[in-house]
């Protein structure tokens, strides 16, 4: 009978949560361990699943830089990082927008709707809904920076209560150009602010923000995140993470998340618990 308590509290806890965030729109960008894991995948499913039932909209912006990285060695296509980010050749892009918008894609939509969630696959050449230009084609080739999101597309589904699962191509503006592939954080928090989303949670393989003891940062302000930047205290591939937190706040966001994927339920916990799990990211302190 206790334990039967127990799972009463733990429900009365979270209705708070649940009437803040009931009919508001959550981007999550998934990746990481919680993406190649088959049981953290049925954990994630169940998360959005529940999410979606008690009536928050969940946007799903997914990566796949490893699998993209296997397949071009199966097929015997070089690949080459600058500065961390892919250089995207015509040989490469078509490996890309293949294992992205095809496979990883369809995936995560078949997982969803297995677990009777209402979710559809798009990438942003459907409906032109994402546009982009070259970062420095000279540098990167077919790697992107996004111009132009059209949030009806994005709201739209969410109107017929489907869950959209994003893959992070862009289209180019002249006519059968190939796409642009776009860094799937820098894409979750460009649609993050292009549909009015509350919150922005990025799936990671690590606790969220460490100081430089290893302990986690439970909450920064834009200003922390600059200074922890400057003394290099955030510091490798957390530095474009925190940017892109920046640009969904900057963009109207009221909250970016960067939450453990590894760690079960770690949507829910963040979410639905005072305490949370990871590191929230906030325009600046209330008493500011």
Known sequence: MKAKIETVKTLLDALPFIREFRKEIVVIKYGGSAQTSPELKEKFAE?????????IKPVIVHGGGKKITDMLSALNIGTEFIEGQRVTTPDVMRIVEMILSGEINKEIVSLLNSHDAKAIGISGKDAHFIK?????????????????????VVKNLIAENFIPVIAPIAAGEEMGHPGYNINADLCASQVAKAIGANKIIFLTDTEGVLDKDKNLISSLTKADVENLKADETIHGGMVPKVDACLEAIDGGVHKAHIIDGRLEHSML?????????????????EEE
């Open 269 to 285: 916990l963040e979410l639905f618990t005072s305490e949370g799990v990871g590191t929230q990211i906030i325009e600046k302190k």
């Open 132 to 152: 982009a230009q070259p970062k420095d084609f000279e540098k990167w080739g077919l790697t992107g920076n996004i111009t132009d999101v059209n949030a009806s």
């Open 47 to 55: 998360d959005i699943l529940l999410m979606y039932l008690v009536g």
